[in-house]
């Protein structure tokens, strides 16, 4: 009841495309769905985040759809950069969070 | 705002010596103080939960005896990996949460320390 599956592993966008990168969870009490972006030897920084009584959100060029029945939640990168390449990790939970697996994007050129 | 910085950002040392790794918040207060560990290429790993003025919570799996954690302030907790070997070179993250922090509540990430053990 604790994993967060994240789907692509991997995953190479052409510029200026959009990246989508998806997330499942288990546990329907989680209340806190935040998406975070790592570049190599760095920690993680918090990208976008949503609670589960909205079903999107946008700030800049991400947005976070949250499917609650399917408990599904999903990012997407409008208008990649190569500055956007990095691994990206979705989490849930309360305060305590549970990681997805991550995936590394890569934006090319 | 919502500045977490650790110190050393990077440590090596010998095998069976102890190293302390700190976890400072900046400018928010942080009722609790998460510890992770992250292996190259993989996700987060939470090793323990930390709130201050209290035992941490460890997750299954994790040596209290070897990894210990102390939330001595609201603003500082550190990590000790005691009698450190070659097994427990790994990247080691902290992140502070504060009910009133960030935009929601939202837990920040330190910038990570690096700890080889020789």
């Known amino acids: 009841q604790q994993q967060v599956k994240q789907s692509p592993q991997s995953l190479i966008v052409q510029k200026g495309g959009i990246s989508i990168i998806n997330c499942a969870y288990e546990?329907?009490?989680?209340?806190?769905f935040p998406w975070y972006q790592q570049f190599p030897g760095k920690g993680p920084a918090l990208l976008i985040a949503?609670?589960?009584?909205?079903s999107e959100k946008k700030e800049g060029r991400f947005t976070i759809s949250f499917n609650k029945s399917a408990k599904q939640f999903s990012l997407h990168i409008m208008d990649s950069q190569p500055g956007d390449s990095a691994t990206y990790f979705c989490?849930?939970?309360?305060?305590?969070?549970?990681f997805g697996t991550g995936t590394r994007l890569l934006v090319s050129p | 705002g919502a500045v977490v910085s650790q110190h050393p950002s990077w440590v090596i040392c010998k095998s069976g010596t102890s190293v302390k790794i700190e976890c400072r918040s900046l400018d928010f207060q942080a009722t609790t103080m998460f510890w992770y560990r992250q292996f190259p290429k993989k996700s987060l790993m939470l090793m323990a939960t930390s709130n201050e003025g209290s035992k941490a919570t460890y997750e299954q799996g994790v040596e209290k005896d070897k990894f210990l954690i102390n939330h001595a302030s609201l603003t500082l907790s550190t990590l000790t990996v005691t009698s450190a070997h070659p097994e427990d070179s790994s990247f080691y993250i902290c992140?502070?949460?504060?009910?009133?922090?960030?935009?929601?509540?939202?837990?920040?990430f330190g910038p990570g320390t690096r700890l080889t053990v020789l």
């Open positions: 989490a849930a939970g309360f305060q305590k969070l549970v």
């Open positions: 949503i609670r589960p009584d909205v």
């Open positions: 992140s502070a949460y504060s009910g009133t922090s960030g935009r929601n509540g939202e837990q920040f």
């Open positions: 546990n329907t009490a989680f209340d806190y």
